[in-house]
């Protein structure tokens, strides 16, 4: 048994969900019979991945689902070696280059070259060249971004690259020139109250559609996470009532618990207590910039108007930190004590004014 | 024992050659000496010329039945003898160590010999506080024999002659085996009876100053070692480590807690030592020496004195060195002489007014300007180091206005909230101190800012310096240059936050949580990716949407560490305003101790990657190297790509 997520992943560009404008386009893309590299970008959640693999299906037909991971040793011109995790089938290979860390640059070129070198067996009845996919370019160095370029260009006529992206505001734009930008954007409610809908009726339960709404804003429309979601609703409880509890993650109820803990007190006993909780949160894996902005959105909500801009301001200005700088724990804390001097004076100033 | 004894004896008799063949005329003296060196000699592993000489001077001075000896001696060999193994205390009195120190020793020492089990203590503190005199002279006043191990200096040549190689054999065994075989020994058998030997002392003292290399390494075998001493031992055994200040600090190397509790070793810390004492000492020294010199020395003032004093920072040894080289006449001249007259008087209207300079404000940085001779860095723990930041100590009011007057208008009013006075510390100073890097120094300051700070506001204002300095050191290309500002921002930045200056008493210091976290973070999120591979999900989205729903989900796993993983990962105690992180307290005198995650980090920041072997060394390792998704892809697994 797999999760939904999965079984019920669409497989080819004729049965995706939404976008169908989109899938059709793709699809008189592959049959043109050659395209160029491509930069597919938007959201989490949005079905970036699946739209490409159902591309793939189209270009190669269903060999392309036969994956395997493999474990690759790569050694770095400094002699150091750098695993890493690719996922392949005969036509095509992907890697998360952004695994290597700061050697990301060495594996693409590695990568791409090994599989760039060798031609296809037949390409009477294939296609000329293989697809190698890129994910989370964003996260890529400088460095490697440039390698990427030049990469492309040496390899065209073996090769094509499919990049994958949540934004293109960090990929540099001499890539982004040469590729062709595909954006994926979220699914809209009703879609992915519809996909939900469609999948339970496959499982054979049925969703109330309050439920499914429910789920589908709960989400933010992340069809991932709304599909997650669904499936830990079922587990919660069947038959679903409408009115039930969508269940949230641990760590955001967490985070919400943090957020009250600031709005409630503003004290340096309380930052030191905060900022037990942040070293939590970051031991359970959840990223900084994912912390970051959870807490900026629930602190937000508690805030007044006049307040919002404010701490808004301050919220870019400590994530810019955050980027730059190497230990997350001084933005993420000192973000934490200005909101709480904001506040603080803030509620202050209120209670005066209230008692004049 | 004989193992030992012949290879060694060579070498003992080539040392003591070595040493002064002077003593083959007064085996009488050789012998009244102090049992340690009869135990040296005895094992044969005796190295420094040092000691010796020191006790003929010694004796020299005592007994008046060497009184031959000391004419025969050359007046030029007695000058070049150092002061300090000249001067070295003989009694209790002359000792520069606390009484309470002392006499802590003592009964300690009472107390274990008298039992007839093995007893282990141990004696830290900075070098040249006395550890080693301390233990000499309470042997001496006890009736006990020392017996000293020192690293056997066996250094024949490996490629001599095969016969050579074969007569020598047995002394080739490790220096390892040769310490426990030194214990053994001592433990076991007394020393010779030797005509002359005065009062029966059977009872005796093992003391190791010097460890075998090897224990560094491997901390363990020391730690073998000493159980079975601890089981079969008569006698007690006593430990000399210095503190250092790095952080290899070897008596935590050595002598970690765990294994001082299981063999009950006491440990007695001395401290650096005080001032007043080590000026009494001092002006002992030079009163003798001048008297001695009948003028042709002059007597070194006070002040000088002083300057020495302070700038040992309470190394009794190197404040005696200085004053011995200080003191030391420049006959080659006349004009040397005069320069020599000259140079205490001007150095003693400094050094005067420095004292009182001194004694007004309290000041701690003087003694940096003119380092007194052979001066030695001063150096702080890093808990004082904290302390001194954390802390925030201004010049208080009356001084304050002397000094506004002194630089002229103060700021203007919209900044007046800007105004502090005059800090008593030098940050800069502090840090450089404390030998630290001031990435790590920030980490400390950082995990302690908050409890020193009573409102928000300045909490606010710490915090955001605290943010600029990180920010300073975050390329690492630039970090070596930029550290340094780096900590002065943070540093500064946290003083001068600091605007309440209540004094908020003793407050705990803990180590920093964010090594840790850090690590952890790194860690899980490797082996998140690892073991969730299958799912091909960005690590974001694994971590934050999948593993949390997974751990909602009965989601039937594929193996055990997936499952222990998601019930680690993907779960969190919903503890309303949990207690803090488990804190490690940081503990006077304690070195910061990073150095792995140091390494890590930088590793790291280099773009070595050092992150993929934290998850192969954590991690299971996969059996095969391909993983098939899904059943039916079994027929594919012999493909290769090329």
Same mark, same amino acid.
């Given at each position: 048994m797999s999760l939904w997520l999965d079984k019920y992943r669409p497989t080819s560009l004729g049965k995706l969900d939404y976008h169908k404008e989109q899938a059709t386009q793709l699809k008189n893309l592959v049959q043109c019979g050659d395209f160029p590299h491509l930069l597919v970008y938007g959201p989490s959640g949005a079905g970036k991945k699946t739209r490409i693999m159902c591309l793939l299906r189209e270009l190669y037909g269903a060999g392309v689902e036969k994956l395997r991971i493999e474990h690759q040793t790569i050694v770095a011109p400094s002699k150091k070696k750098i695993e890493i995790n690719t996922?392949?089938?005969?036509?095509?290979?992907?890697?998360?280059?952004?695994?290597?860390?700061?050697?990301?640059?060495?594996?693409?070129?590695?990568?791409?070259?090994?599989?760039?070198?060798?031609?296809?067996?037949?390409?009477?009845?294939?296609?000329e060249f293989k697809v190698v996919l890129l994910t989370e370019v964003d996260r890529l160095t400088k460095d490697?971004?440039?390698?990427?370029?030049?990469?492309?260009?040496?390899?065209?006529?073996?090769?094509?690259?499919?990049?994958?992206?949540? $934004? /293109?505001?960090? +990929?540099?734009?001499?890539?982004? #020139?040469? &590729?062709?930008?595909?954006?994926?954007? =979220? @699914? $809209? /409610?009703?879609? +992915?109250?519809?996909?939900?809908? #469609?999948? &339970?009726?496959?499982?054979?339960?049925? =969703? @109330?559609?309050?439920?499914?709404?429910?789920?589908?804003?709960? #989400?933010?429309?992340?069809?991932?996470?709304?599909? =997650?979601?669904?499936?830990?609703?079922?587990v919660q409880q069947y038959p679903f009532s409408a009115d039930q509890d969508v269940p949230v993650t641990d760590w955001e109820v967490y985070l919400r618990e943090t957020a009250n803990a600031i709005v409630s007190q503003q004290s340096p006993q309380r930052l030191l207590e905060v900022r037990a909780r942040l070293y939590e949160l970051l031991t359970h894996c959840i990223p900084p910039d994912v912390i970051m902005k959870g807490l900026v959105t629930e602190l937000l909500s508690n805030c007044d108007g006049q307040l919002k801009t404010e701490v808004a301001h301050m919220a870019a200005y400590y994530e810019h930190r955050l980027q730059l700088g190497s230990k997350a724990i001084y933005h993420l804390e000192a973000f934490t004590a200005k909101f709480m001097a904001i506040y603080k004076k803030f509620m202050e100033d209120g209670l005066d004014a209230m008692m004049f | 024992m004989n193992t030992i004894s012949v290879g060694d004896k060579a070498a003992s008799s080539r040392l003591n050659h070595w040493v002064d063949p002077s003593f083959t005329d007064f085996p009488g003296e050789s012998f009244s000496l102090s049992g340690r060196r009869k135990g040296s000699q005895v094992l044969g592993s005796k190295a420094e010329p040092k000691r010796p000489q020191k006790r003929k001077g010694e004796a020299g001075r005592s007994n008046p039945h060497t009184l031959s000896y000391l004419l025969r001696e050359s007046a030029q060999r007695d000058q070049d003898e150092p002061w300090v193994d000249?001067?070295?205390?003989?009694?209790?009195?002359?000792?520069?160590?606390?009484?309470?120190k002392i006499e802590e020793v003592e009964n300690w020492?009472?107390?274990?010999?008298?039992?007839?089990?093995?007893?282990?203590?141990?004696?830290?503190?900075?070098?040249?506080?006395?550890?080693?005199?301390?233990?000499?002279?309470?042997?001496?006043?006890?009736?006990?024999?020392?017996?000293?191990?020192?690293?056997?200096?066996?250094?024949?040549?490996?490629?001599?002659?095969?016969?050579?190689?074969?007569?020598?054999?047995f002394s080739f065994s490790s220096q390892l085996a040769q310490f426990q075989d030194f214990l053994l020994k001592t433990n076991k058998y007394n020393c010779l009876k030797m005509v002359g030997d005065g009062g029966p002392t059977d009872r005796k003292l093992i003391l190791v100053e010097d460890f075998p290399n090897q224990f560094y390494r491997q901390p363990g075998s020391l730690h073998d070692i000493l159980r079975r001493f601890v089981k079969t031992s008569r006698c007690p055994l006593v430990f000399i480590v210095s503190d250092s200040l790095s952080g290899d600090s070897s008596s935590r190397v050595l002598f970690p807690r765990e294994i001082q509790e299981e063999l009950d070793i006491s440990n007695i810390s001395f401290n650096p030592v005080a001032p007043t004492t080590m000026m009494k000492v001092l002006t002992r020294i030079s009163t003798l020496e001048a008297g001695k010199s009948c003028g042709k020395m002059c007597v070194s003032d006070q002040a000088v004195l002083a300057?020495?004093?302070?700038?040992?920072?309470?190394?009794?040894?190197?404040?005696?060195?200085?004053?011995?080289?200080?003191?030391?006449?420049?006959?080659?001249?006349?004009?040397?002489?005069?320069?020599?007259?000259?140079?205490?008087?001007?150095?003693?209207?400094?050094?005067?007014?420095?004292?009182?300079?001194?004694?007004?404000?309290k000041q701690t940085k003087e003694p940096e300007d003119e380092q007194a001779i052979g001066g030695k860095d001063a150096s702080l723990f890093l808990f004082r180091a904290l302390g001194k930041?954390?802390?925030?100590?201004?010049?208080?009011?009356?001084?304050?206005?002397?000094?506004?007057?002194?630089?002229?208008?103060?700021?203007?009013?919209?900044?007046?909230?800007?105004?502090?006075?005059?800090?008593?510390?030098?940050?800069?100073?502090?840090?450089?101190?404390?030998?630290?890097?001031?990435?790590?120094?920030?980490?400390?300051?950082?995990?302690?800012?908050?409890?020193?700070?009573?409102?928000?506001?300045?909490?606010?204002?710490?915090?955001?310096?605290?943010?600029?300095?990180?920010?300073?050191t975050a390329d690492w290309t630039s970090r070596?240059?930029?550290?340094?500002?780096?900590?002065?921002?943070?540093?500064?930045?946290?003083?001068?936050?600091?605007?309440?200056?209540?004094?908020?008493?003793?407050?705990?210091?803990?180590?920093?949580?964010?090594?840790?976290?850090?690590?952890?973070?790194?860690?899980?999120?490797?082996?998140?990716?690892?073991?969730?591979?299958?799912?091909?999900?960005?690590?974001?989205?694994?971590?934050?949407?999948?593993?949390?729903?997974?751990?909602?989900?009965?989601?039937?796993?594929?193996?055990q560490a997936q499952i222990a993983f998601i019930q680690d990962v993907g779960q969190m105690l919903q503890r309303r305003f949990s207690a803090r992180?488990?804190?490690?307290?940081?503990?006077?005198?304690?070195?910061?101790?990073?150095?792995?995650?140091?390494?890590?980090?930088?590793?790291k920041e280099e773009g070595q990657g050092a992150a993929e072997e934290g998850l192969l060394g954590s991690q299971p390792q996969p059996t095969t190297n391909q993983v098939l998704l899904e059943e039916e892809d079994l027929i594919i697994e012999e493909y290769t790509s090329d």
């Open positions: 996922i392949a089938s005969n036509y095509h290979l992907e890697v998360n280059p952004s695994d290597a860390g700061n050697q990301d640059r060495v594996v693409i070129q590695e990568l791409i070259k090994t599989v760039a070198q060798s031609q296809q067996i037949q390409s009477s009845t294939q296609r490697a971004q440039h390698a990427l370029r030049r990469t492309m260009e040496k390899y065209m006529g073996t090769c094509r690259l499919i990049l994958c992206s949540t $934004s /293109t505001s960090k +990929v540099i734009g001499p890539i982004r #020139s040469r &590729c062709l930008a595909i954006r994926v954007p =979220l @699914p $809209s /409610t009703e879609e +992915v109250c519809n996909v939900l809908t #469609s999948v &339970c009726k496959k499982e054979g339960l049925l =969703l @109330p559609p309050e439920l499914a709404k429910q789920i589908s804003e709960k #989400s933010g429309r992340n069809l991932r996470k709304a599909l =997650l979601m669904c499936e830990a609703c079922r | 000249r001067y070295s205390p003989r009694s209790q009195v002359e000792l520069a160590v606390h009484k309470k020492i009472r107390v274990h010999t008298n039992t007839s089990e093995g007893n282990i203590l141990l004696l830290t503190g900075p070098s040249g506080c006395g550890k080693t005199a301390t233990v000499q002279v309470l042997a001496q006043e006890l009736g006990l024999r020392v017996q000293e191990w020192a690293n056997p200096t066996n250094l024949e040549p490996y490629s001599s002659s095969q016969h050579e190689w074969r007569m020598n054999s300057t020495l004093c302070l700038g040992s920072s309470g190394d009794i040894r190197s404040a005696i060195n200085s004053l011995q080289f200080s003191s030391l006449p420049d006959t080659s001249l006349e004009k040397g002489l005069w320069r020599m007259k000259e140079r205490p008087v001007t150095s003693l209207g400094k050094a005067v007014s420095r004292m009182n300079q001194r004694k007004k404000s930041i954390l802390h925030c100590k201004r010049r208080n009011h009356e001084g304050a206005e002397a000094a506004e007057c002194a630089s002229g208008p103060g700021l203007p009013s919209h900044l007046f909230q800007h105004h502090r006075e005059t800090l008593l510390v030098d940050p800069e100073l502090v840090v450089e101190r404390s030998h630290m890097s001031a990435e790590f120094f920030n980490l400390y300051l950082h995990q302690n800012y908050v409890d020193f700070l009573s409102e928000v506001e300045d909490v606010e204002r710490a915090s955001e310096y605290l943010s600029d300095a990180d920010l300073l070596s240059t930029m550290g340094d500002y780096g900590s002065s921002v943070a540093t500064r930045g946290l003083l001068h936050s600091n605007s309440r200056q209540v004094s908020v008493g003793f407050r705990p210091l803990h180590k920093p949580n964010w090594l840790l976290v850090n690590k952890k973070h790194r860690e899980k999120c490797l082996a998140a990716q690892f073991l969730f591979r299958s799912f091909c999900l960005t690590p974001v989205s694994l971590q934050t949407e999948l593993l949390p729903y997974l751990a909602k989900l009965t989601h039937p796993m594929r193996n992180l488990k804190l490690e307290a940081l503990t006077d005198k304690e070195p910061g101790q990073l150095e792995t995650d140091t390494e890590e980090e930088k590793e």
